[in-house]
């Protein structure tokens, strides 16, 4: 008897810490699966093709957009786009596998809509310096980069509300643990454990 995997949407602002929180949880849990989305954004240093991302043209994005192969799409920060593959995450959830999207909250907002049994945690910061001392320090970003990061993350908190968890990353393991214990909760909401009760009502 497999239960159908989880679609966990977890994001919030850039630099808020979300990769980091995702990556963690990755390395204490089984049976989950990060959906890895496809961009026209460069690949940062370390980053690796079908792993942090599938990097693409906007030539060929465009053509998986006319194919409807996304969940959803965003020009996020105005300037790259980034999707979800529709079909890596049916695929993994029908196998019994929860999938995080780790996405930004304009997409996440469209990912509710389309899929209303998505467990939706926004991922707030402690307050609003350290996720812009966050954003310098991951030392990816240029000044201009940060600023407009920044001035998007003040538009996303107020969208935070339109969200099922909200979860502040100050300590990490705190954090983690917390997502944890909404996975676990979520496993055991009564909607995702009809198999269960129809099995046990068979027995009887
Ligand atoms: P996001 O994926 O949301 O853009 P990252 O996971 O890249 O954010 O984190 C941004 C920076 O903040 C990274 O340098 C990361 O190491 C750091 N960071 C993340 N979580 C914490 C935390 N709880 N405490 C201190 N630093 C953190
Ligand atoms: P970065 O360029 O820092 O990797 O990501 C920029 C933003 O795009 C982050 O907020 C990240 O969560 C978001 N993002 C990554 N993949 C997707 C996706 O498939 N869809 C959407 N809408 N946003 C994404």
């Known amino acids: 008897m497999t239960q159908k995997g989880l679609l966990l949407v977890v994001s919030g602002p850039s630099g808020v810490g979300k990769g980091t929180i995702c990556s963690k949880l990755m390395s204490e849990r089984d049976n989950i699966k990060m959906s890895v989305s496809v961009t026209t954004r460069q690949p940062r240093p370390g980053e690796t093709e079908g792993v942090s ?37 049916e695929e993994q959830r029908n196998a019994g596998y929860d999938v995080i999207l780790e996405i930004d909250v304009k997409g996440a907002l469209k990912v509710k809509e389309k899929c209303d049994d998505a467990v939706m945690i926004f991922i707030a910061p402690p307050d609003m ?76």
């Open 53 to 89: 991302y599938f990097f693409r043209t906007e030539e060929e994005f465009m053509k998986m957009v006319d194919a409807d192969a996304f969940l959803e799409y965003m020009c996020v920060f105005g300037k790259n786009h980034y999707g979800t593959p529709k079909s890596y995450v």
């Open 129 to 204: 310096d350290t996720l812009r001392n966050r954003l310098v320090g991951r030392g990816t970003e240029t000044p201009e980069s940060v600023a407009r990061r920044f001035g998007e993350a003040i538009k996303e908190i107020g969208l935070a509300q339109q969200y099922d968890y909200i979860i502040v990353n100050d300590n990490l393991d705190k954090a983690v643990g917390q997502v944890q214990s909404v996975i676990s909760a979520e496993h055991s909401r009564v909607m995702n454990n009809t198999e269960l009760i129809n099995q046990l009502k068979g027995e009887m």
